[in-house]
């Protein structure tokens, strides 16, 4: 298999493969926050994120979510469909944290009565701003037709994976997701992991996601791993 280096992000690696609907992509140990501004590294963090985003792209594939992943191939590779990324994130969330406890000025952990969903556009040299569907429009990223059905899944992935997770006593809090298009249609790409949601455990609050790593609170690599464990049930 040919394994050309298509692109080099942050956290991960996607090579090219003999195919060309298929790539290759690769978890590394390394750990950003704030931009690209805070560096370093979370030891097994690539495995473990490989292992749990596998496990919930089958999940969300049961339940008729389209994504990219095909199979894992390896400890740290996932075989997934090659998508044209759609330049937006697109986070939910249930619970108040992070950015939207800043910007509102409302406590970490305040419950939101409904799921709020936002759109940052994908763009490192302008730190991923907050966007509207306006903008959105402006920008040309995605239809509104795609927009509505960017939101539909979001929202069908926060409603599967919260209920999964309370089984195993995990809180979801919040989450970012990534789509992007091939064979004429809109496909859930990218991670699904600690490094890009909020998982808090549902009794005692402690934080078992990437926020360890951002707020310099230790345990991040342990966090990981009991992440893990509790998938895995
Ligand atoms: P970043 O680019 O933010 O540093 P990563 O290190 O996670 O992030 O890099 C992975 C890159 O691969 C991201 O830009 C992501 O949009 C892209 N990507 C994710 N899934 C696919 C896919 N199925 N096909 C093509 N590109 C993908
Ligand atoms: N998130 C992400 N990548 C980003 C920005 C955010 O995966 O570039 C995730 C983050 O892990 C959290 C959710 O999106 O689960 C909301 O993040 P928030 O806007 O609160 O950002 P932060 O507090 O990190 O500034």
């Not at 298929?22 to 926050?33: I, Q």
């Not at 963090?45 to 969300?60: D, P, Q, V």
């Not at 191939?73 to 937006?88: A, F, G, N, Q, Y």
Request: with cysteine.
């Amino acid at each position: 298999m040919a394994d050309r280096l298509l692109y080099e992000g942050k956290a991960k690696q996607v090579f090219e493969t003999d195919d060309p609907s298929l790539v290759l992509v690769y978890f590394k140990d390394d750990a950003t926050a704030f931009n690209g501004e805070k560096k370093g590294r979370i030891d097994s963090k690539g495995r473990l994120n490989n292992a749990m985003s596998s496990l919930f792209f089958e999940l969300l594939a049961k339940e008729g979510v389209p994504t990219h992943f095909v199979r894992a191939v390896d400890e740290r590779t996932m075989l997934v469909k090659k998508l044209s990324i759609i330049p937006l994130e697109v986070v939910v969330r249930n619970v108040v944290a992070g950015s939207l406890a800043r910007r509102l000025g409302w406590p970490e952990g305040k419950a939101l009565a409904k799921p709020v969903l936002e759109l940052y556009y994908k763009d490192d040299g302008l730190g991923d701003p907050l966007i509207n569907r306006s903008h959105v429009d402006a920008l040309g990223a995605a239809t509104p037709g795609e927009l509505d059905e960017l939101s539909g899944l979001g929202l069908k992935v926060n409603g599967i994976l919260s209920a999964y997770l309370l089984e195993r006593k995990v809180r979801l809090v919040d989450f970012k997701l990534e789509f992007g298009r091939a064979d004429g249609r809109i496909w859930l790409g990218d991670e699904i992991s600690p490094d890009t949601c909020r998982f808090w455990d549902a009794d005692t609050g402690e934080r078992l996601d990437k926020d360890r790593f951002r707020r310099d609170m230790g345990g991040v690599e342990e966090a990981y791993q009991e992440m893990y464990r509790r998938l895995r049930g």
